[in-house]
């Protein structure tokens, strides 16, 4: 076996590959730092405006009707209780009042809006956005979908992202954290390509790479090792 190919294809390897290790050690050095940083997740609790059981007057058939129900949540909305039906899992949910029947699809914003403000301690809130699929700040490591965004003018970009479904905040950033966040992902995942796909295929041949250099170190320990009289 050539031993001088060998080596030189282990250093030219090394060297070009050796970007992917920086790389993977920098996002473990912030990943440390974001531990410190970063708060933990938000918890899972349904959150709002508060519940009046005293105020049902429609039981959840009669607030059903003849509409397909796959899930019903009651939840409270401006201290009122209402019923928030799902005809499937892929479908918006419909709100109908628990007092008098009516039906209103504004509650799921003014929904989302209360559980946004009690969980930042009454802040003013204001929406930005609402997805249905994710982008590069709201990952599909959050998992839920679809959320509301809501803004407070705090001068630090403060944002909650709220899912009315669990009735909860499922992601809270401002610009410093995200800031982090997006360095983070750059490092470990390439998250400046932007097409996936492209991105996987990157990721994949930087590993082998990678790989490939380990092997042929340690091909060359064997070979080069000292030999015994």
């Given at each position: ?53 005293e105020k ?72 930005t956005d ?66 996936k796909e ?32």
């Amino acid at each position: 076996m050539n031993r001088h190919w060998i080596r030189q294809t282990h250093r030219w390897l090394g060297l070009i590959f050796s970007l992917s290790v920086l790389l993977s050690a920098g996002s473990g050095v912030l990943h440390t730092v974001m531990t410190r940083t970063q708060s933990p997740p938000p918890p899972a609790r349904p959150s709002g405006g508060g519940l009046a059981p005293e105020k049902i007057r429609i039981p959840v058939a009669e607030a059903i009707g003849q509409r397909p129900a796959q899930a019903v949540n009651l939840r409270g909305i401006s201290g009122e209780p209402w019923y928030q039906i799902y005809a499937s899992t892929a479908a918006p949910a419909e709100y109908v009042s628990a007092v008098d029947g009516r039906v209103d699809p504004g509650q799921d914003e003014r929904y989302a809006a209360e559980i946004a403000a009690a969980f930042l301690g009454g802040a003013a809130v204001r929406k930005t956005d609402y997805l249905t699929g994710f982008n590069r700040e709201y990952l599909n490591i959050f998992r839920v979908l679809p959320v509301h965004r809501f803004d407070v003018d705090d001068g630090r970009g403060t944002r909650v992202y709220v899912s009315t479904t669990t009735g909860s905040v499922t992601r809270h950033t401002d610009n410093a954290r995200q800031l982090e966040a997006n360095i983070f992902t750059n490092f470990h995942k390439l998250g400046f390509i932007p097409n996936k796909e492209v991105r996987d295929l990157v990721l994949t041949g930087l590993t082998f790479g990678v790989f490939l250099v380990a092997v042929l170190g340690i091909l060359l320990f064997f070979l080069t090792r000292p030999r015994r009289a």
